[in-house]
């Protein structure tokens, strides 16, 4: 089991700041939320000085100040007589929010009259209170704010704790639950660490979940709350358990002056204006209100509840957001209250619809025991039970469930169960049959089983289990048996039935791998938009997928700038939102496209390992296949090979969908690394895709055969065959595929350098060869764009530097290369 190896210490601007202050002889109010690393800084900074330091701390009451230091007490006693030639005392007060209202005002006294010069740390909250508010507005003493940590920050602090980088998911997720703070920082990944769920994967460290709140901040929180008045303490722990409440409910179930305290005390915000509720509150920071509920014992727990069901109407204390609503029934199970099916099911669709699994999982499981087993609605609550342990990775535990539900449509019940139930038990089983299991034929007789039963009772579930059975055909990549009916269905559907949204991703890859690339992107692009306008309640990702389809269409066509716009660079805004993951793996596309493949590597890379953890449907396929490509044109040959074998040993799942393109790339990479010649297996591939009508890979499969070997003539038909397909297959890139593929045949240099530069603007990057001299990977990268014809100033723009430095880069490679020219270096790097 990994630990924590010395927590980093992140340089601060503060740190100079409070340097600079007392190297001038000024006092300090160090200011900031509890955890944020004020002491730390202050720490720091002391540690430098050669002068003693007087410690008082507001957690220590109990001692007087002249058992703190004989002086101190001395300088109060007679704070209004000269001093002299004394050096006024360091004075480090710690907690400063904590001090009584009299030591307070002593200790800002030594300070107005040059008798100490003073350091504070103290919450944010008490900054504007009496005496401090005083000092450091006069001038008395200078006021440093110390911030959370940014997500920038948080990114390269873990990346030095933990010795390596993190994906992107996981760094915002840590960034969201922590808010930058960085004790609770430092103490989630401890825990994560020591819970096996923060994990390192190729080299990249990966989280697949959170934890409860660990010891230490259990003690924290435990510290905070014995501090509080009774009354003011169950009124946090009533907002904690909650998650969030109207301010106009809790003015009914508290007393007037207790939420005025805990906003004051900073431990409560008031934000979140819902038309519909006012504001709402809720405990200032997530891992304190996690903490908080971890505290609270059951009977004040079942008490607390009790209050609030007994003062507000059941409408009421579930308004607000739907993430209250599934607090609230949380709560009421902690509590051993049993809670109604309807309100339970609501819940567990509210932890679904926000991707929290494991909430969907406890909830479900603490209904089942009070759910008779003849109550029809126990069905629905195994049912989103079995979709959530799916989403764990669990099909041992999902297929339990649905194996449940089969016996309750096969046994006595107290109303018979509603057509439904079959329609989404089968439509579970086929996602598991395929998607888990690899298993497409099973999850088509999943359904044809269910439209058997439901012909004559439920005609208008058939229509969806069509649907449902045409979209399984199309992520299997059978694209000649489901396409035109998918279309079809497509072309005469309202736009309103959001059920056929479900065949728009398999329509618009099947329609780009068959050659169809300008009726793939309209239709990507008018029902990414659709799906926006009209989501599917039942599968509120649909949008996302669709936008992957659309990405992948428009790279294959080559327009590289349509394709920025989808998967947002760091330049612009994405149009659409994705899953983190699968944004990360856009990027990559998007960089690969560009040739930038130093970034193209990284980001492939993370999004490679975040999969290789956790992978509900099979989508690292396609991913590791591009990681091979971009760690092999990076130069990284020990992780091009690792990913070529990943990749071909990973079940294809729902990347069966665009396993041409896999192959493809898996031959892209074997041309990087030029292990083995790559002539014969484009032959192969191209065969492959011809068989299935797979025209748009079959004409870049037949490209590779070509220029693989340029100094060898194609096999007979082969050129004629590209020629055709380049009739059909229309773009920008397969345009740019045709021209080189000619010209190399021809043998005709100049065009072939400028059918290059044409595929460079379309996307696509050939393989420079095996160097006989070592170029560093940026001078790789920059070689490769100025061979295939970007100019200085475009190749500064791609990677965010000067052009001088380009022509710097460039200068080193033409002296290594022993070359004078950009004409001259595209023939070097061919060699």
Not at 64 to 67: E, I, K, P, W, Y
Not at 297 to 312: E, K, S
Not at 813 to 822: A, C, I
């Given at each position: 089991m990994p630990t924590l190896p010395p927590w980093p210490v992140l340089p601060r601007a503060e740190t100079a700041e409070l340097r600079d202050a007392l190297d001038a002889g000024r006092s300090v109010v160090v200011v900031g939320d509890a955890g944020v690393g004020k002491s730390e800084l202050v720490s720091g900074v002391l540690a430098g000085l050669d002068r003693p330091v007087v410690t008082v701390s507001g957690r220590a009451p109990e001692l007087?100040?002249?058992?703190v230091h004989p002086a101190l007490a001395a300088s109060l006693l007679d704070v209004h007589t000269p001093r002299g030639d004394v050096a006024p005392l360091l004075l480090r007060v710690e907690d400063a929010h904590l001090l009584d209202r009299g030591t307070a005002h002593a200790l800002c006294a030594l300070v107005h009259h040059g008798r100490a010069t003073m350091v504070a740390t103290l919450r944010t909250a008490a900054a504007s209170r009496s005496p401090?508010?005083?000092?450091?507005?006069?001038?008395?003493?200078?006021?440093?704010?110390v911030p959370a940590f940014s997500a920038r920050q948080v990114e390269r602090l873990l990346e030095t704790a933990l010795g390596g980088p993190l994906t992107t998911d996981t760094c915002l997720r840590i960034v969201a639950r922590t808010q930058g703070n960085a004790f609770h920082l430092r103490e989630l990944v401890r825990s994560e660490l020591a819970a096996g769920t923060l994990v390192e994967s190729q080299g990249t460290w990966v989280g697949v979940a959170g934890v409860p709140p660990g010891p230490r901040v259990l003690d924290v929180m435990r510290a905070e709350l014995d501090r509080l008045d009774p009354v003011v303490r169950e009124g946090l722990e009533l907002v904690a358990l909650a998650d969030e409440l109207p301010v106009r409910y809790l003015a009914v179930l508290l007393p007037e002056r207790v939420l005025d305290d805990l906003v004051r005390e900073g431990l409560v915000v008031t934000d979140g204006l819902d038309s519909a509720t006012g504001l709402l509150a809720r405990v200032s920071h997530?891992?304190?209100?996690?903490?908080?509920?971890?505290?609270?014992?059951?009977?004040?727990?079942?008490?607390?509840?009790?209050?609030?069901?007994?003062?507000?109407?059941?409408?009421a204390a579930t308004t607000g957001s739907p993430l209250g609503t599934l607090r609230m029934v949380t709560w009421a199970l902690e509590s051993g209250v049993r809670e109604t099916p309807a309100r339970v099911l609501a819940a567990m669709r509210v932890a679904l619809d926000t991707q929290r699994w494991q909430s969907a999982v406890w909830v479900g499981t603490a209904a089942l025991e009070f759910v008779a087993a003849d109550d029809p609605q126990r069905a629905d609550v195994l049912l989103l039970r079995g979709e959530a342990w799916r989403h764990l990775d669990r099909p041992g535990?999902?297929?339990?469930?649905l194996a449940a539900v089969a016996a309750l449509l096969a046994g006595p019940t107290r109303t018979p169960l509603p057509p439904i139930v079959r329609l989404r038990l089968s439509q579970q089983l086929a996602y598991l049959h395929q998607f888990h299991e690899d298993d497409v034929d099973q999850a088509l007789a999943d359904l044809e089983d269910a439209r058997r039963h439901l012909t004559d009772v439920a005609p208008e579930h058939v229509r969806v289990l069509e649907i449902d059975r045409l979209a399984h055909l199309g992520h299997a990549g059978r694209f000649a048996e489901c396409l035109d009916a998918s279309l079809e269905l497509l072309d005469t559907t309202d736009a309103t039935d959001v059920t056929v949204l479900r065949l728009a991703n398999p329509v618009v890859l099947g329609l780009a791998q068959t050659g169809r690339l300008e009726e793939a992107v309209r239709l990507g692009t008018v029902y990414a938009q659709r799906a926006v306008t009209y989501p599917d309640p039942e599968r509120p990702w649909l949008s996302e997928d669709i936008v992957v389809a659309l990405g992948m269409a428009l790279a294959w066509t080559g327009d590289v700038d349509a394709l920025a716009r989808v998967v947002g660079g760091p330049e612009q805004a994405a149009d659409y939102w994705m899953r983190e993951a699968l944004a990360q793996t856009g990027r990559g596309v998007l960089a690969s496209s560009r040739g930038q493949w130093s970034d193209a590597h990284r980001d492939l890379g993370m999004a490679a390992a975040r999969y290789s953890i956790r992978d509900t449907v099979g989508t690292s396929g396609y991913i590791v296949a591009a990681a091979a490509v971009a760690a092999a044109a990076a130069g990284d040959l020990r992780a091009a090979r690792a990913a070529m074998t990943r990749a071909l040993a990973v079940p294809l799942r729902i990347s069966a969908s665009v396993e041409p393109e896999i192959r493809l790339l898996l031959l892209d990479a074997q041309a990087w690394v030029g292990d083995r010649p790559v002539r014969p297996d484009a032959l192969e591939l191209a065969t492959w895709c011809a068989e299935r009508a797979l025209a748009r890979t079959e004409l870049e499969a037949l490209h590779r055969a070509v220029v693989a070997e340029p100094d060898s003539p194609p096999p007979p038909g082969v050129l004629d065959r590209v020629v055709e397909l380049g009739a059909t297959v229309t773009g920008p890139r397969p345009a740019a595929l045709v021209a080189h593929a000619r010209a190399v045949a021809d043998g005709d240099r100049d065009l072939a350098e400028v059918a290059l530069r044409r595929l460079g603007e379309a996307g696509l990057w050939l393989p420079t060869g095996s160097l006989r001299v070592v170029l560093t990977r940026r001078e790789r990268e920059i070689a490769s764009l100025a061979a295939g014809g970007l100019s200085s100033k475009a190749i500064a723009e791609r990677f965010t530097l000067s052009v001088r430095t380009v022509d710097s880069h460039l200068s080193r490679?033409?002296?290594?290369?022993?070359?004078?020219?950009?004409r001259e270096l595209a023939g070097a790097l061919r060699e």
């Open positions: 007087t100040l002249d058992q401090w508010l005083e000092l450091w507005k006069d001038g008395a003493a200078e006021r440093i704010d997530p891992m304190y209100a996690e903490a908080i509920r971890e505290l609270v014992p059951p009977g004040r727990r079942r008490r607390l509840y009790a209050r609030v069901r007994a003062a507000l109407p059941l409408s535990e999902a297929n339990e469930d490679v033409f002296t290594k290369l022993g070359v004078r020219s950009r």
